[in-house]
């Protein structure tokens, strides 16, 4: 999820730089853009005006300085980044899918009882758990009150992520989570479900009853608080997201998420569903072409929209949804991707990193699956040694021509 690295002082130098642009544009002088301490003294009050305690406040930025990594981490988000081919392989892939079905037993209990409260189902509720945190394995490490705090002084959004910061202060001072405990993403997010503080002060819930919303360490309040989410987000109950369907040769028409229209109309304009059967009867539903004409194509609901607003990407929302359907036993997208050289599943991931550690690169003796700077600085070596386009795609073809040399 990063950008390629830079030296640790050029990164050093930028985000100063930018750190200190922010703080300018924000109305601040140069010499009060010379710390986050400072930035945060200006904080301070309006925070503390939102019912925050000087406590809470005090305690938790005590000493705090900001991390230079989070401009880097905000401009290489992977949904906007990454072929959604490449994406999908690593966040619907057989693991995962079988690890859910797991969760889904071991959690029967609570998931019943959040399809029922919310009318969310359980296939949908455990695919948001598996596309976030891989079921709890993997949160994020970075405090949130750094994370925050350094967005708030800075140039990406500094009016939104100071509403989150002062959320997340809320959190703290209510005692729901503890600060030791308060970690997650680069932007904020946190727990199993990964929410942001201030859709965490909305709707998360105390699921479990034991009187406090905790969703690091109880996954009964995650499981309730992400189906509470969806359905205040629009998820009608009984509706499917949507399901895949086969275009007309040449199709140049509409198409688009928000563009909903009944299904007559897409049956008027040729589409049928993906096994050649006709449409049928449903709700509304937009055209969703994430690969463009010649790729899988989606009809979607608002079940969908519901889904995409969690994190407003398409290639995010699609991911989810293709999960749940492999969840409920369905087949993922039976139109092939336009590639000729798809991408990865973890497993296969881990076995490229292990096929390249012993020729000799360094990724720090870990073949985890994660495709992180090293990773892709030694795929786009061993491509280039190789006679492939030195890209540092973690692809079928870098595969194969590992495993053969």
């Known amino acids: 999820m990063t950008l390629p690295a830079h030296r640790a002082a050029s990164r050093r130098s930028l985000f100063s730089l930018r750190f200190a642009l922010g703080l ?5 002088t140069p010499s009060q853009a010379a710390s986050l301490q400072e930035c945060l003294a200006g904080l301070r009050p309006g925070i503390l005006s939102s019912g925050v305690s000087a406590a809470t406040f005090d305690k938790a930025t005590a ?24 994406y999908l392989a690593g966040l619907v892939d057989d693991e995962r899918v079988e690890d859910g079905r797991a969760q889904m037993r071991k959690w029967a ?22 596309v976030e945190s891989d079921f709890g394995r993997s949160f994020g490490k970075r405090p949130i009150i750094q994370s925050l705090a350094t967005l708030s002084c800075g140039p990406y959004r500094a009016a939104y992520f ?35 503080p201030s859709t965490f002060l909305r709707t998360a819930v105390d699921f479990d009853g034991d009187g406090r919303r905790d969703l690091i360490n109880s996954v009964p309040d995650a499981l309730g608080s992400t189906a509470a989410y969806l359905r205040k987000g629009g998820w009608t ?37 993906v096994d050649g059967s006709p449409l049928g009867s449903g709700p509304n539903a937009g055209l969703l072409l994430p690969a463009g004409p010649n790729g899988p194509a989606f009809l979607v609901t608002r079940n969908f ?31 092939p991707w336009p590639t000729n050289d798809p991408g990865l599943s973890r497993a296969d991931r881990r076995e490229l990193q292990a096929l390249l550690m012993r020729r000799g690169y360094d990724l720090d003796g870990k073949a985890d699956g994660v495709i992180g700077t090293k990773t892709k600085r030694a795929i786009s070596d061993f491509q280039a040694k190789a006679g492939l386009a030195p890209d540092g795609r973690a692809s079928v073809s870098v595969l194969a021509a590992a495993r053969g040399r």
Not at 67 to 74: E, M, N, S
Not at 237 to 254: D, K, T
Not at 305 to 329: H, V
């Open 162 to 196: 100071r509403t989150e910061l002062t959320a997340a202060f809320k959190i703290l001072d209510h005692g729901d989570i503890v600060p030791e405990q308060f970690v997650g993403s680069w932007a904020g997010a946190f727990g199993h479900t990964q929410f942001m």
């Open 237 to 273: 109950p009984g509706v499917e997201w949507g399901f895949e369907v086969r275009l007309p040769q040449g199709y140049a028409g509409p198409s688009g998420r928000t563009r909903k229209e009944p299904i007559g109309h897409w049956a008027a304009r040729g589409l049928v569903k």
């Open 109 to 130: 209990q609570p998931l019943s009882a959040a399809q029922s409260r919310y009318g969310v189902d359980a296939a949908t509720i455990v695919a948001v758990w598996g």
């Open 305 to 335: 929209d519901a889904i995409y607003s969690y994190n407003a990407a398409e290639s995010y929302a699609l991911a989810i949804a293709l999960l749940s359907d492999r969840l409920k036993g369905r087949k993922g997208p039976i139109t």
């Open 63 to 86: 000493g705090l300085q900001a991390d230079p990594d989070i401009f880097a981490l905000a401009q290489a988000q992977p949904e906007f980044k990454t072929p959604i081919w490449d």
């Open 24 to 28: 300018v544009c924000a109305g601040a």
